[in-house]
């Protein structure tokens, strides 16, 4: 019987901000290891025995994000799939399009094991035991839940009922006296929010507790576009016919009807990395208890964790802070209110703030771009090309730019003129004028961009065309 995983990528990660934004969301977050969330997720995924094939659920916005992360685990060579969301439609919407499509291509037995992207799980041995339990429910035809056993009562999670490993109900995030006696209890596991299950039998459930998600997700799928490349398939849901799909999560829409489920209790160092208290749990604390990423000199300070990029912080006479210092925001919060950094982000959206969606360094189907400085009629950026990156032809109608190659080889059209420019070369482009910048060679292309003009918006772009479809 195949084992198909699959990542379920999605949510802007809110409460980690300001490392999470929504255009480089939690899942693509590093750890101390180097790996990001959705790299070790992988590394997890493909090592349950029998897998087929390995499908990611993930926005369209994200794709090249995804794909990078993928391309750096050389040790992965499964055939693997991208079925891209349009928008956000939540969990129920996302795992039904992979149970759709992993009936189509691997039939209604195989079997399907859905891994949120942003977890760390510390005891791999344990993980496998507790999966292998798992699929062998789902063999013989139950939705199969892994529960973790609490250590504590925790307020951000959701709790699984349980007798014995029959499932009794699906609780929501409770308050603290209520997390308190469940754990007390012995009966209750934290939601892993980790299943495995035959498609056909989740599609039959779908079918009889939420049908608006699984027919609107079925006609989005019947009416995608399909790319494949060398072992790779991206297929980009209609998003016409995905909008129609209820907002519901898959707990909601399925797992709170169902009768049947059953859980895997486990303890297998589950870290479901929701906030920046979570995080802190990845360092290793000092005999004061903090927890310390970066540059970091410190006089009385207890309890705090504290996260830095670039710049030296000192702190002195503070205690159970959180600080986290990114090249264009810092965040400062008390750690019992960590939370509420969700509603922090949710303010900086809602008047329009840029920092809610970007970082300063911005990643892009062909590398990356760092805002250096900016002002009034100028801006000055960074930019990286990776080998065999092509940006789009293009023009601007209210800026000229100034191209000054720092290392490697850039090809350029400029205008009529084709160019190839080394190190410490350079070239003008006036407004108006169609350009478009490429890297024919074997190592990054770094390059420093003047702009300047009347507006120096993001928006201020006409692609002509562009290999990444964008235009």
């Known amino acids: 019987m195949k084992v198909v995983p699959v990542i379920i990528s999605g949510g802007a990660g809110s409460r980690l901000w300001p ?79 992979a149970t759709i499509h992993t009936k189509a291509t691997q039939g209604p037995d195989a079997i399907l094991c859905i891994f949120p992207a942003d977890q760390i799980i510390g005891d791999l041995p344990a993980f496998r035991s507790a ?20 250590n504590r009562p925790e307020t951000a999670f959701g709790y699984i009922e349980a007798d014995g490993e029959k499932v009794v109900r699906f609780v929501e995030k409770p308050d603290i006296e209520t997390a308190k006696s469940y754990v007390a209890s012995k009966r209750f596991f934290w939601n892993a929010g980790i299943f495995c299950f035959k498609a056909q039998v989740m599609l039959d459930e779908m079918a009889a507790h939420c049908p608006e998600v699984i027919d609107a997700v079925l006609a989005s799928y019947e009416n995608a576009r399909v790319s494949h490349g060398d072992h790779v398939a991206s297929i980009e849901l209609s998003s016409e016919h995905f909008a129609m799909a209820p907002r519901i999560s898959l707990d909601r829409g399925v797992m709170e009807k ?57 702190t002195v006479g503070i205690s159970d802070l959180v600080i986290v210092d990114s090249p264009d925001a810092l965040l400062v919060a008390s750690r019992d209110s960590v939370q509420d950094v969700k509603k ?56 000229s730019e100034h191209w000054v190659v720092v290392s490697g080889t850039a090809k350029i059209v400029n205008g009529d003129q084709e160019l ?52």
């Open 131 to 150: 999966m292998s339990r798992a699929i062998e429910h789902a063999r013989q035809g139950h939705i199969a839940a892994l529960g973790i056993n609490p």
């Open 420 to 471: 190839l420019l080394t190190t410490n070369q350079s070239t003008y482009i006036p407004c108006g004028h169609k350009h478009r910048l490429e890297n024919p060679g074997n190592i990054g292309l770094v390059m420093i961009e003047v702009q300047s003009g009347e507006y120096l918006g993001e928006d201020d772009i006409v692609r002509l065309d562009d290999v990444y479809g964008r235009t």
């Open 258 to 314: 169902t009768h049947n489920l059953s859980v895997v209790p486990c303890e297998m160092g589950w870290n479901d990395i929701g906030s920046w208290n979570a995080m802190a749990e990845l360092v290793a604390a000092d005999v004061n208890g903090n927890r310390i990423r970066g540059d970091v000199h410190m006089i009385d300070t207890m309890r705090s964790y504290i996260s830095s990029d670039k710049r030296v912080i000192g």
């Open 344 to 399: 922090l982000f949710e303010g900086l959206k809602a008047a329009g703030h840029e920092a809610h969606l970007l970082h300063s360094t911005v990643h892009r189907p062909w590398g990356t771009y760092t805002v250096l400085e900016e002002s009034e009629r100028f801006k000055i950026k960074r930019i990286e090309v990776n080998p065999g990156g092509r940006l789009s032809l293009q023009m601007h109608h209210h800026r």
């Open 19 to 97: 490392a999470s934004r929504q255009s480089h969301p939690k899942p693509f977050l590093k750890v101390a290891d180097g790996h990001s969330l959705i790299q070790h997720t992988v590394l997890r995924a493909v090592s349950i025995e029998g897998v087929a094939e390995l499908v990611t659920v993930a926005s369209k916005a994200h794709l090249y994000l995804t794909k990078d992360d993928f391309n750096e685990l050389e040790s992965v060579v499964l055939p693997r799939t991208f079925l891209l969301e349009p928008e956000g439609r939540d969990t129920a919407a996302a795992v039904a399009a």
